[in-house]
């Protein structure tokens, strides 16, 4: 069942220039959904539109069905967490849990009830009479997410909320969120400039760009069928290596030691044109000297105990590329390695837009077989 | 081991004394300017005005010693005590009146609002205009013949008050005239207090669905309680102090209603030319500040909700 829409929705703040191009969406009952995009690319504004903090200039936000474009916020029956957690340093915990309760017309019992439900849930109990200024900052989180819970609203909205969290924090609250998310089966959606937040926890996600929604996806998907450059490059870490490249019937050129097969077998006879070539890490393989498509310069290597991070050069130092072994790979500065592209995994993409032109057009199966296989 | 460590420490212990009297003058030299500036503005006329209560003095200097006289003089007469009474009513008229006024106007004007930048000016525009200048604004507009205020009444059929003439409204006239003059700075104060509340607590609050009243009474007024606390301080100690617009408008009188301490103790200084009596009532007017304030202190800060 659908449970949030959003058709064609705009937003400007001058009249002119449109910081929010129209975005459409359908979100389902009990989703998790990820608005996930660099910042300032206006994923917070599209929360804030929903929440009804931000007025919608075009298009239209319905709930259930309902157009809401102009209901205040607390009729859109949501509850929201903000990045600060925007806590009441003057409440105890107690108090700024159940802040706001009495307008949805529930007992004294009742709110209590349910304030030491999700005190419990999210280990606070303890905590109650405390001040947010006595919490440290997991903890403060913890009861912006309770407060969130106890007014059992069944969409729940999140901007950035693990953003001020250090990273060993941040991976356990985002299983945390998750599972409270499925237990009470809440729709959420959730604002990040985090990929890996994005990638672990959404069952579906938006990329944005400048205002313009650029892919809409299961996490998997977009990560295997990224639909442009910017998609390709914000997702994934480290980040898809995407370089110039000259492409003709004869085949791609890298560098002048370094050609490929062309794969676009009926691709339009131009002589020669300008092209994005991208291919992940994990894509560039370590190969024998006699396979190689080109033999390369190291420039970095990071060993990260399961996996290696080799960084090398073809011919322009400026162009640094990355790939991605698994075990431990010891080379020096200066060494020259020979490796070859998995040709099967290659993305090329046009010069001017980063639109997606080609990529071997593999159903999943085979791609897990593959990956299996390697 | 420990042998070297001692021998290391003797060389270190030799230097530490003219390095640490070197920065102990260092010290007291940054603290100079406003030790001088202190002691030639504050701390000696404090002194001197304590020490002159003691005596029976005019303006050219003590003559005798007078121990106590002073003040029990003072305490037992009844001028002393109608200019009590004056000051404490004009600081009641004026100080909550102030706030309040200050307040709402600056919840008026918090949100932002296209032009909202005039309105702010004006109502902080009083702070600009010095005590003599809107004293003589409000001289003009009480006077019986020519002022507004009796203009309108007029027009609307009333009887015609001589506002600072009559004892039973000229201190009323004073303060009225005091609260426009003192609401421009509070009002500053209490809209940057209004600023710097984090707009999240009040999304959230809309998200929550609360009332205006409800968010005034559990977000606004604890959340600018420090800055309150501030104000009301500050206009607590100016209204004790006021001196100019009594100068100007009342002179004191008529018959004593307007005698607020300040003005009482200029009137014994400098026209009765009797310093000992004034210096008794300036200390005691001190210690009176003084105590409101600790007093304040005490009370408010269980009250007050610093971030």
């Known amino acids: 069942m659908t449970h949030v829409e959003l058709a064609g929705l705009k937003k400007s703040y001058d009249g002119k220039k449109n910081v929010i191009e129209q975005v459409d969406l359908k979100l389902e009952q009990g989703e998790f959904f990820v608005l996930v995009g660099p910042s300032g690319c206006g994923k917070s504004t599209i929360l804030r539109m929903i929440a009804g903090l931000e007025p919608i200039t075009d298009g239209s936000l319905f709930v259930n069905g309902t157009r809401m474009n102009h209901a205040p916020p607390n009729k859109r029956n949501l509850s929201m967490v903000f990045q600060n957690y925007a806590l009441y340093p003057h409440l105890n915990v107690e108090q700024n849990i159940m802040f706001g309760l009495h307008t949805k017309k529930i007992s004294r019992e009742e709110q209590q009830h349910r304030c030491a439900e999700a005190a419990e849930m999210l280990g606070l109990a303890d905590y109650l009479k ?131 097969p062309n794969p676009m077998k009926s691709s339009n006879k131009e002589a020669s044109k300008q092209i994005l070539f991208g291919i992940r890490p994990e894509h560039i393989l370590f190969s024998a000297p006699e396979q190689a498509d080109a033999v390369v310069e190291v420039v970095n290597t990071e060993i990260l105990g399961t996996e290696t991070l080799i960084t090398f050069i073809m011919d322009d130092p400026k162009k640094q590329w990355i790939a991605r072994w698994n075990g431990q790979w010891q080379f020096s500065v200066g060494d020259q390695i020979p490796i070859r592209f998995d040709m099967d995994s290659i993305h090329l993409f046009s010069k001017d837009k980063g639109r997606l032109l080609w990529t071997s057009n593999e159903d999943e199966p085979n791609q897990t077989a593959r990956e299996v296989l390697r | 081991m420990n042998a070297a460590r001692e021998l290391q420490s003797v060389p270190a212990e030799e230097q530490q004394p003219s390095k640490s009297r070197f920065a102990f003058l260092e010290g007291w030299l940054y603290l100079l300017p406003s030790i001088v500036l202190f002691g030639v503005f504050v701390f000696y006329p404090m002194f001197r005005t304590i020490y002159l209560s003691f005596f029976l003095a005019d303006q050219i200097g003590p003559f005798e010693f007078a121990g106590l006289e002073n003040y029990h003089y003072i305490l037992s007469s009844d001028s002393f005590q109608s200019s009590i009474k004056a000051t404490v009513l004009f600081v009641l008229f004026t100080v909550p009146a102030t706030i309040i006024l200050a307040l709402f106007l600056a919840l008026l004007t918090s949100e932002k609002i296209m032009g909202i930048g005039i309105f702010r000016t004006f109502f902080s525009s009083t702070m600009g205009m010095s005590v003599a200048a809107s004293s003589v604004i409000w001289m003009f507009m009480y006077n019986p013949s020519i002022g507004v205020f009796s203009k309108v009444a007029e027009w609307l059929g009333l009887p015609v008050i001589q506002w600072l003439q009559n004892p039973d409204y000229a201190l009323l006239a004073v303060s009225l005239s005091t609260i426009w003059m003192s609401t421009g700075f509070a009002y500053l104060i209490i809209l940057g207090g209004l600023q710097n509340i984090d707009p999240h607590l009040y999304e959230n609050a809309r998200v929550a669905g609360v009332s205006y009243f409800y968010q005034l009474r559990r977000i606004t007024l604890p959340m600018l309680s420090p800055t309150l606390f501030f104000i009301v301080t500050v206009s607590f100690i100016n209204a004790f102090q006021t001196f100019g617009q009594i100068d100007i408008l009342t002179k004191g009188g008529p018959v004593e209603s307007t005698n607020v301490i300040v003005y009482s103790i200029y009137k014994d200084a400098f026209i009765n030319n009797d310093v000992g009596s004034a210096s008794a009532q300036a200390v005691i007017l001190f210690f009176c500040v003084l105590a409101l304030t600790v007093l304040q202190f005490k009370l408010g800060e269980r009250k007050v909700h610093y971030q």
């Open chain 1, 130 to 260: 405390r001040k947010p200024r006595e919490l440290s900052g997991g903890q403060r989180q913890r009861v912006a997410l309770a407060r969130a819970i106890v007014t059992q609203s069944p969409l729940c909205l999140m901007d950035e909320p693990l953003s001020n969290l250090d990273a060993k924090l941040r991976a356990r609250m985002r299983s945390e969120i998750r599972q409270i998310q499925r237990k009470l089966g809440i729709t959420m959606i959730y604002v990040t400039h985090d990929q890996t937040e994005a990638m672990t926890m959404a069952d579906r996600m938006m990329i944005l760009h400048e205002g313009q929604a650029m892919q809409i996806g299961k996490p998997l998907e977009i990560y295997n069928h990224p639909a442009n450059a910017f998609t390709a490059t914000f997702i994934g870490s480290p980040a898809m290596n995407v370089m110039d490249a000259k492409i003709n019937p004869a085949g791609i050129h890298l560098s002048p030691q370094c050609t490929l």
